[in-house]
């Protein structure tokens, strides 16, 4: 089992930044991918930004590219998601995932999720 713990979100105003983190632990592997997604009321849940386990590859949802930054640090078994130029349209839950092998922008693909944590942008 693993368990991922996301923190860092709250209330910012438009184009404000913040910075979330997630920490997993448990039964970690080498080989996992991990990745941010996000749901707004309504709406079905969507994919943000996701790494590879190395970290040398990255890729980023179109409505964020630019704006925002999925990042590790292996060491200490968390990965962070800076968000800046916030827009109100960027206001959800943002959940941590985690899955064996390689990455992927499907919500179904991943195996451990974090309870999430909400990020409010205000215009």
């Known amino acids: 089992q693993v368990q991922l713990v996301e923190s860092g979100g709250g209330l910012v105003q438009a184009g404000g930044s913040l910075r979330l983190s997630c920490a997993a632990s448990?039964?970690?592997?080498?080989?996992?991918?991990m990745a941010w997604f996000r749901q707004a009321p309504g709406k079905d849940r969507e994919f943000v930004a996701a790494?590879?386990?190395?970290?040398?590859?990255?890729s980023y949802a179109s409505s964020v590219k630019g704006r925002f930054t999925i990042s590790r640090d292996n060491a200490k078994n968390t990965v962070y998601l800076q968000m800046s130029s916030l827009k109100p349209e960027d206001t959800a839950v943002y959940y941590c995932?985690?899955?064996?092998?390689?990455?992927?922008?499907?919500?179904?693909?991943?195996?451990?999720w974090g309870q999430g944590t909400q990020v409010t942008v205000s215009s």
């Open positions: 995932a985690t899955r064996y092998g390689f990455t992927s922008t499907r919500v179904d693909t991943y195996d451990y």
């Open positions: 448990g039964r970690t592997f080498g080989s996992n991918a």
């Open positions: 790494v590879t386990w190395s970290g040398s590859s990255t």
